[in-house]
């Protein structure tokens, strides 16, 4: 019989917490992949529309058409989204007892889509 506590019913005292499980997946983690997922898709839609474009109009596209311009807008707003995805993927990785992988997942894609959207982009401007 335990005469600490006078507990009949014990046997043993623990002294280590039980541990934590964790919870689910982050839901930051989650929004980043899905948004690293659309924005990389939408860049790689609208590019290749436009090179398509380019290509077969004789003469080139005309900048100033509003196809052209919507498309170019279109570009720029995937561009902010796979920002957003990569500060919700680093937000997923900084909580605390909560499945990561979809975090880092996002934080690589949009990662690596920025880095292949600036190897294209940033040598055509010179």
Same mark, same amino acid.
């Not at 190897?119 to 055509?124: E, R």
């Given at each position: 019989m335990d005469t600490e506590n006078n507990n009949p019913y014990q046997t043993s005292v623990s002294t280590n917490p039980p541990a934590l499980p964790r919870k689910g997946h982050s839901k930051l983690g989650i929004a980043s992949f899905v948004t690293a997922i659309v924005g990389g898709l939408l860049f790689l839609t609208l590019g290749v529309s436009l090179g398509y474009m380019e290509l077969n109009t004789p !003469? !080139? %596209?005309d900048e100033t058409s509003k196809v052209v311009i919507l498309m170019g807008l279109g570009i720029i707003l995937a561009l902010f989204i796979l920002l957003i995805s990569l500060g919700l993927g680093i937000g997923g990785l900084i909580q605390k007892e909560r499945k990561k992988i979809f975090s880092v997942l996002g934080v690589v894609f949009s990662f690596l889509i920025l880095l292949v959207i600036s190897? %294209? %982009? %940033?040598?055509?401007l010179f």
């Open positions: !003469g !080139g %596209i190897i %294209i %982009i %940033i040598p055509s």
